[in-house]
């Protein structure tokens, strides 16, 4: 899989955690300073923990070996990867916390940070990125490294790749072109309708509306912020703080209406509650047109390589830079490590060396990519995508930015993404992030709830019309309301402690 997969897109809005410590280190972590700090005794080993969705390169071993030449010569390091299947992440990386298995860095995910960090399997960061974090602080930027404090402390730092969201319709250009379809205007689900309408009627095997596992056409079009789970959200892209059950707005009950008019159509697939692939398997299978996507600067590049076919987006919603946004993938040191000076100054490479960056991303010069300009890479002769002996995944890995393009990408991809970034609608709430231990009883309860009924909905597979008011009822007896005044009250007092 490439690297250039969107997180977003791949998996909604999923979330880890992370943590830090403090031992003897010589060194400040700077790539340009850090071989020459003199530090002597044994290099030592970091374990560095991260999904993976598809099977471990073949030349993994030969990436790790140079990553460990180079981290031995700048920080007295080196580096075991440890890359997990993402069906086995949680558990895994669960077993390896609670059994103090060896484990310094970890990719942590939004949905479980907090709980992580609760449970004090994170190590605190703070006084690490002072010493140590230099280059992490300046390439988020302040708004985005404050993003992941809990309480104000910080026990993650996100990875730099597109920090907002923007959503909006992506199809096959060949069927846009053939019917003429421009959705250059098109800023709401009713604007979609005519397009549906024409693939439906002129492509009968085609479903209009794709969506992959676990998710539906309203996964990919909010004008909220969830505040991490939905259960009590801020509307209209987190302008005040005030927090609302969405499920009983009037917004999400017309969005539901709007989703059962469109399954009975036949633009949504009748086994949408149960799909097993992604989006871009489906297209690419020829079994679907488009669906609504988390768009950001690359997109249609990215989503051609991965349907193997030209496809074409249409921006419906601004962008918009949430909590939710920014903590979905973040890095953090474990409790387990035995030095987390050193796990900081090796993480403070991931996000100030390009050197690194590019071999985590991108694997051995010569080998898996040659230069053809200056920071633009391609395959070597007789390389392709099916036989490379390794591809990483540049937004997991660090700074993204740092990253050299792909031919044929936009040569100016991240100084536009960095646009994209600096110029999102930032919610109110930015850098909250609820903690659910005062009420985790309700908690669990409500999310069985969601698990039952929410998905089903959101594809139209229900009747909103008699389904709503029972799901709603639901969620009250599992305890929404008392969720919803615990996260009141304590995001007002985050804005209270943060001059909101």
Not at 103 to 132: P, R
Not at 449 to 463: F, M, R
């Amino acid at each position: 899989m490439r690297r250039k997969l969107s997180w977003s897109g791949a998996l909604l809005a999923c979330a880890l955690s992370l943590s830090a410590c403090g031992s003897n280190s010589g060194s400040n972590g700077d790539a340009s300073s850090a071989g020459a700090s003199g530090e002597a005794g044994a290099p030592y080993e970091l374990t560095v923990a991260y999904f993976t969705f598809g099977s471990v390169p073949k030349d993994q071993q030969l990436v790790e070996a140079e990553l460990s030449k180079l981290t031995k010569a700048k920080i007295n390091a080196t580096v075991k990867l440890l890359p997990i299947s993402l069906s086995t992440w949680q558990n895994q990386i669960n077993l390896m916390l609670t059994s103090n298995e060896k484990l310094d860095l970890m990719v942590l995910m939004g949905n479980s940070y907090a709980n992580q960090a609760a449970k004090g399997q994170l190590v605190e960061l703070d006084e690490l990125l002072a010493q140590h974090g230099q280059g992490i602080v300046e390439a988020l930027g302040p708004d985005y490294s404050n993003a992941a404090k809990i309480s104000g402390k910080t026990y993650g730092v996100p990875t730099v790749r597109d920090l907002a969201a923007s959503y909006g319709y992506m199809i096959r250009k060949d069927l846009a072109d053939k019917y003429k379809l421009d959705l250059t205007n098109a800023k709401t689900l009713d604007d979609l309708e005519p397009a549906l309408k024409t693939i439906k009627d002129n492509e009968p095997n085609l479903i209009p509306m794709v969506n992959g596992t676990g998710s539906s056409p309203l996964t990919y079009f909010s004008t909220r912020d969830s505040l991490g789970d939905d259960m009590g959200v801020l509307l209209d892209n987190g302008k005040d703080l005030k927090v609302v059950n969405w499920f009983e707005t009037e917004e999400y009950a017309a969005e539901l209406k709007k989703m059962r008019e469109w399954y009975k159509a036949g633009y949504i697939s009748k086994d949408a509650v149960t799909v097993k692939e992604s989006t871009s398997d489906i297209i690419k299978a020829g079994k679907g047109a488009g669906n609504l996507a988390t768009l950001k600067p690359g997109f249609d590049t990215q989503e051609s390589r991965l349907s193997g076919m030209p496809i074409v987006s249409y921006q419906m919603l601004p962008p918009v830079a949430k909590t939710s946004t920014v903590t979905s993938i973040m890095w953090g040191i474990a409790k387990n490590s035995e030095n987390p000076e050193k796990a900081m100054q090796f993480l403070n490479l991931m996000y100030s060396d390009k050197d690194i960056v590019n071999l985590l991303d991108w694997g051995i010069e010569g080998k898996h990519y040659v230069k053809v300009k200056d920071n633009v890479i391609d395959y070597p002769e007789g390389v392709n995508a099916g036989n490379v002996g390794y591809s990483g995944m540049g937004w997991l890995f660090g700074n993204q930015f740092l990253s050299y393009i792909f031919n044929g990408d936009d040569e100016q991809l991240w100084e536009k993404m960095k646009q994209f970034n600096d110029g999102a609608i930032k919610s109110k709430a930015l850098g909250f992030t609820f903690d659910s231990s005062p009420v985790k009883t309700e908690f669990a309860a409500v999310s069985n709830v969601l698990d039952q009924y929410q998905a089903a909905l959101e594809n139209g597979a229900l009747d909103p019309d008699k389904t709503l008011p029972e799901f709603i009822g639901k969620l009250k007896d599992a305890g929404i309301d008392k969720i919803i005044a615990e996260k009141q009250k304590q995001l007002d007092a985050w804005a209270a402690a943060n001059g909101k």
